[in-house]
Nanobody, 112 residues
Framework: VQLQASGGGLVQAGGSLRLSCKAS????????MAWYRQTPGRQRELVAT???????NYTDSVKGRFTISRDNARRTVSLQMNSLKPEDTAAYYC???????WGQGTLVTVSS
């Protein structure tokens, strides 16, 4: 199983970024997918999940600003991040839910 994440970068506060994670080696449509984030010295935090049927959940701090979506034909899960804040700065990781499979992480830096 491979998860290839992309889309991170440097953005000013209030800006937007879109992260993508392409999966291979799994029957993608059968699995829930998630985005996590981590900053140095802190535990990895669950940001958003999307189930195999498209049901979505978000951590409170990103509700109304982030949107998770999936494209089963492209085996891709995305995270649209709007109204970014400096506290969103982190390495973002995609994960196949209920498995041990993680992407390599993509860095998001939000400047104030």
């Amino acid at each position: 199983v491979q998860l290839q994440a992309s889309g991170g970068g440097l953005v000013q506060a209030g800006g937007s970024l879109r992260l993508s994670c392409k999966a291979s080696g799994i029957n993608f449509k059968l699995y829930g997918m998630a985005w996590y984030r981590q900053t140095p010295g802190r535990q990895r935090e669950l940001v958003a999940t999307i189930g195999s049927r498209g049901n979505r959940n978000y951590t409170d701090s990103v509700k109304g600003r982030f949107t998770i979506s999936r494209d089963n034909a492209r085996r891709t899960v995305s995270l649209q991040m709007n109204s970014l804040k400096p506290e969103d700065t982190a390495a973002y990781y995609c994960k196949v839910e209920s498995t041990v499979f993680w992407g390599q992480g993509t860095l998001v830096t939000v400047s104030s």
